[in-house]
């Protein structure tokens, strides 16, 4: 039998807020994460991109001094989200067998790893901290959340690029499904705003160059888009099955009702231009949903505002929808909080339960001229939902050829 799949707490923390209302409200306000980067890094490597969307609150900043300095900044972003997130649950009382973990991130301890390469260098293998795999290692954020949780059921980690924390969340779908646990902790975070991520991706031309003008250059779906731009944090949904949400009166904001992965097997970087991966991701979504793509009121597109991984999503989406897809409101959320790559899925997840939940699609910003080729119905004001039974669904698409999606209803 079927299992009903709750959302009853959340938490965030990126360049629009330290936390899950304040990314909510700056949203829905068309503010821009982006800014100038005031790093001396910037100018010392001479790296070309010189801005990103770091988050507002520094993690290290909320957790007590003997937790950050034992946490890379990703695992500390996670640690923050998923505080806030449980006692927005209402801290629900579950044994630890039946508490489980689905975390991810795109790349984990970036930091750690390259600080203590530069002290083994200068300093010596004795100066290196003991610590520094355990900080480093991408499964860090799901076996502290474990730890801090004491959640015994399961801890398990997905690192499969920018699709990774959208692929956390269904399987945490799925573990519930399977009597796995009666409650997860999912989500996904990253921190990889560093000199060499930023001159990587900025040798790929995959970055934005506006550096004269960072708040308006990630455009998605924009005919000027010229890339993404970087971002950072954390998002945590506490996910649990109806009947053990319902029996402790937890409050709902949404049904998790399915998802879909799929792979391209097409190129390292670039996705399938021909969709095949993305549309099969959609279509497993909406028949594990029990649901048709008619019905679907509402997309969080992945749309990162690169020139041509906009128009292959739009291509994708077509193929599902047909001429539907003009007229389904969509949001690309990515315009304000940048990209946190591993994290982001889980962060667009929560903007969607918030939308289905408000009744509004956020606001595409820095939309200046559409490009004919990506003629999703995107705004740069709200977009009121209506009333009525409500589905929608998130996209996440990943370097490596992942495709993941996931599905909610409104309550």
């Not at 690192?159 to 956390?168: G, M, P, Q, Y």
């Amino acid at each position: 039998m079927t299992k009903r799949i709750v959302v009853t707490g959340i938490g965030a923390s990126s360049s629009l807020g330290g936390t899950a209302e304040d990314n909510w409200t700056n949203l829905l306000a068309g503010v821009s994460g982006a800014r100038t980067l005031e790093h001396e890094w910037v100018a010392k490597y001479e790296i070309p991109v010189t801005f990103a969307a770091e988050a507002t609150v520094r993690p290290d900043t909320v957790l007590a001094r003997h937790e950050a300095k034992r946490l890379d900044p990703s695992t500390q972003f996670a640690l923050v989200a998923a505080r806030e997130a449980w006692e927005d649950a209402g801290s629900p009382e579950v044994e630890p067998e039946r508490l489980g973990v689905d975390f991810a991130t795109g790349i984990g301890g970036v930091w750690t790893l390259l600080d203590a390469w530069d002290v083994l260098r200068e300093k010596g293998p004795r100066r290196v901290m003991p610590l520094t795999v355990p900080m480093l290692m991408p499964n860090a954020a799901a076996g502290n959340l474990s730890l801090q949780f004491s959640a015994r059921a399961y801890a398990r980690t997905v690192v499969s690029a920018c699709a990774s924390s959208t692929e956390s969340i269904l399987n945490a779908y799925e573990h519930l499904q399977d009597g796995l646990a009666d409650v997860v902790i999912a989500g996904g975070a990253e921190s990889a705003i560093h000199p060499i991520t930023m001159a990587s991706f900025a040798s790929a031309q995959a970055l934005s160059r506006r550096n004269d003008s960072p708040e308006t250059a990630s455009r998605p779906g924009a005919i000027d888009r010229d890339g993404f731009v970087m971002g950072e944090g954390a998002a945590v949904l506490i996910l649990e099955t109806e009947e053990h949400a319902k029996a402790r009166g937890a409050k709902i904001y949404a049904y998790l009702v399915g998802g879909g992965v799929t792979a391209d097997a097409y190129h390292i970087t670039a996705n399938d231009p021909e969709g095949g991966g993305a549309v099969r991701a959609v279509e497993q979504t909406l028949e594990m949903a029990g649901a048709s793509a008619d019905e679907v009121t509402h997309i969080n597109a992945h749309l990162t505002s690169t020139p041509v991984g906009d128009p292959n999503e739009y291509n994708a989406l077509r193929q599902v929808f047909g001429e539907r897809i003009d007229q389904i409101p969509v949001s690309a959320t990515k315009a304000s909080t940048g990209h946190l790559l591993g994290g982001t899925g889980a962060l667009e997840a929560m903007f969607t339960v918030l939308a289905l939940q408000n009744r509004i699609a956020p606001p595409t910003i820095n939309m200046t001229e559409p490009d004919p080729a990506v003629p999703f119905r995107l705004s740069g004001t709200t977009q009121d939902l209506g009333s009525g039974d409500q589905l929608a669904i998130s996209n996440s698409f990943g370097f490596g050829g992942h495709n993941a999606v996931v599905a909610f209803r409104n309550a």
